[in-house]
C-alpha cells in the first residue's frame, strides 16, 4: 500500500521560476520526512528533512512546507536553476530499533529550462 | 573515495538464473540499506541491517535474500531470477537509524539488472 503519494510526476518551470512538489501521508507515525535528490545513473542524495513539530525549513533556495493537521508537505525550490533538474522524492521515515525506514514517494521529474 | 560501492553496475539474467549483488561501504556504518527503483516509482526497501549478523525484512522482500558477515559488506542474493525483479538496486549505509534523515546516508550508484 502506498503510504506516501507524491505530485506532479514532472514538472516544468523556466529558470528563475519556483518549482513547487507536493506530498501526502497516511501514517501518523512518522518521525522525519525528508526530500532526495537524484540525477540520471545516481543513487538519491538528501536534499532537506524536516520534524513533524516544524511548519517550516529553509536551506538556501529550498524550503519545506510542512502542515501536520492535512499530512501534508511540500517542497519548494526558489530560483529554479538549469542544475535543479533532476528527480526529486518525497520520503516519510520511521525509526525503529533495527534502523530508520524510509517510505518513498514516486518522484517528480523536474526540467529547469534555461 | 570514501563511500558505498556497488557491483556489477549493469547485468542482464536469464530467468531462473541466480546472483548476488555486491555493496560494500568504508565508513564503518552499522546500518545498511537494500533498495529497488521500479520505473516511474520511489525506492521500495527489500532488506536491511543494523550491524554484523542481523538483518530484517523490508516491505518487498519476497525472491531475495540478504545476509551481513561483516560490518563492510551486505551483499543481496537473487535465487531464480523472474522478469518482476527487472529493476535498478540500491545500497545505502548510515552512521545510526537517525541518520537516513540528518544528512548522514549514503546511496551507491545503483545496479540496473534487467531478467529477460
Known amino acids: 500500500q502506498q503510504q506516501v503519494k507524491q505530485s506532479p510526476q514532472s514538472l516544468i518551470v523556466q529558470k528563475g521560476g519556483i518549482s513547487i512538489i507536493n506530498c501526502a501521508y497516511e501514517n501518523t507515525a512518522f518521525d522525519y520526512f525528508p526530500w532526495y535528490q537524484q540525477f540520471p545513473g545516481k543513487g538519491p542524495a538528501l536534499l532537506i528533512a524536516i520534524r513533524p513539530d516544524v511548519s517550516e525549513k529553509k536551506e538556501g533556495r529550498f524550503t519545506i512546507s510542512f502542515n501536520k493537521s492535512a499530512k501534508q508537505f511540500s517542497l519548494h525550490i526558489m530560483d529554479s536553476q538549469p542544475g535543479d533538474s533532476a528527480t526529486y522524492f518525497c520520503?516519510?521515515?520511521?525509526?525503529?530499533?533495527?534502523?530508520?525506514?524510509?517510505?518513498f514517494g514516486e518522484g517528480t521529474q523536474l526540467t529547469v529550462n534555461p | 573515495n570514501a563511500g558505498v560501492t556497488q557491483t556489477p553496475k549493469f547485468r542482464i539474467l536469464k530467468i531462473g538464473q541466480s546472483m548476488t549483488l555486491q555493496c560494500a561501504q568504508d565508513?564503518?556504518?552499522?546500518?545498511m540499506y537494500w533498495y529497488r527503483q521500479d520505473p516511474g516509482m520511489g525506492l521500495k526497501l527489500i532488506y536491511y541491517?543494523?550491524?554484523?549478523?542481523?538483518?530484517d525484512k523490508g516491505e518487498v522482500p519476497n525472491g531475495y535474500n540478504v545476509s551481513r558477515s561483516t560490518t563492510e559488506d551486505f551483499p543481496l542474493r537473487l535465487e531464480l531470477a523472474a522478469p518482476s525483479q527487472t529493476s535498478v538496486y540500491f545500497c545505502?549505509?548510515?552512521?545510526?537509524?537517525?541518520?537516513?534523515?540528518?544528512?548522514?546516508?549514503?546511496f551507491g550508484q545503483g545496479t540496473r539488472l534487467t531478467v529477460v
Open positions: 545505502a549505509s548510515s552512521y545510526s537509524r537517525w541518520a537516513p534523515v540528518l544528512a548522514m546516508a549514503f
Open positions: 541491517s543494523v550491524g554484523a549478523g542481523i538483518t
Open positions: 565508513m564503518n556504518h552499522n546500518y
Open positions: 520520503a516519510a521515515s520511521k525509526v525503529e530499533t533495527s534502523g530508520s525506514r524510509l517510505t
